[in-house]
T-cell receptor, first 113, second 114 residues
Framework: AQSVTQLDSHVSVSEGTPVLLRCNYS??????LFWYVQHPNKGLQLLLK??????LVKGINGFEAEFKKSETSFHLTKPSAHMSDAAEYFC???????????FGAGTRLFVKA | NAGVTQTPKFQVLKTGQSMTLQCAQD?????MSWYRQDPGMGLRLIHY???????DQGEVPNGYNVSRSTTEDFPLRLLSAAPSQTSVYFC?????????????FGPGTRLTVL
């Protein structure tokens, strides 16, 4: 069975400081892991995904995430936050067990000027 | 390409009414799905389809029906609306639905049931 836990419901950073959004997962098979971003009143957009290739994955807008199997984690980072990064971020797990994906509860990122 | 489109954007229903949320995609994707988004709960899968004529239940299917007569369209029907179905509904599609696929999301339908 799959599950995903986003460890923070809200994260607040100042513009120009690093961003860390934490995600832990469990999966019976080798999973694929995704981060999606949702800006207010919009649909979800893919930031990046891990599908068993390189463990450090680079995405759009300067975000990256590292797959750590030993820690069952897939944390999202960005070196320097921008005001436009303010949004809700979802960690998602999917595995070979079926066609279903499991979403985390989301982390809302606030960026202060 | 329009991508994934959903109509309507907003809808208010009274308890017991029925309605259909429309979803269409123009990417020739085999896999389509419906999610509902509630505060603090992420997105939960309602129903999904791996191709025309094939549908299956997700995590929270009760009170909803789907059908897939064409590759492009995947409507979601609420049979008898209840206040618990107040939510934001997202339709998504992906190439084949395999676990490595990226999903593409529509802009959402915000439904209120009074």
């Amino acid at each position: 069975a799959q599950s995903v836990t986003q460890l923070d419901s809200h994260v607040s950073v100042s513009e120009g400081t690093p961003v860390l959004l934490r995600c832990n997962y469990s999966s019976s098979y080798s999973p694929s892991l995704f981060w999606y971003v949702q800006h207010p009143n919009k649909g979800l957009q893919l930031l990046l995904k891990y599908t068993s290739a390189a463990t450090l994955v680079k995405g759009i807008n300067g975000f990256e995430a590292e797959f750590k199997k030993s820690e069952t984690s897939f944390h999202l980072t960005k070196p320097s936050a921008h005001m436009s990064d303010a949004a809700e971020y979802f960690c998602v797990v999917s595995d070979r067990g079926g066609f279903k994906t499991i979403f985390g509860a989301g982390t809302r990122l606030f960026v202060k000027a | 390409n329009a991508g994934v489109t959903q109509t309507p954007k907003f809808q208010v229903l009274k308890t017991g009414q029925s309605m259909t949320l429309q979803c269409a995609q123009d990417m020739n994707h085999e896999y389509m799905s419906w999610y509902r988004q509630d505060p603090g709960m992420g997105l939960r899968l309602i129903h999904y389809s791996v191709g025309a004529g094939i549908t299956d239940q997700g995590e929270v299917p009760n009170g909803y029906n789907v059908s897939r007569s064409t590759t492009e369209d995947f409507p979601l029907r609420l049979l008898s609306a209840a206040p618990s179905q107040t939510s934001v509904y997202f339709c998504a599609s992906s190439d084949s639905g395999t676990y490595t696929d990226t999903q593409y999301f529509g802009p959402g339908t915000r439904l209120t049931v009074l």
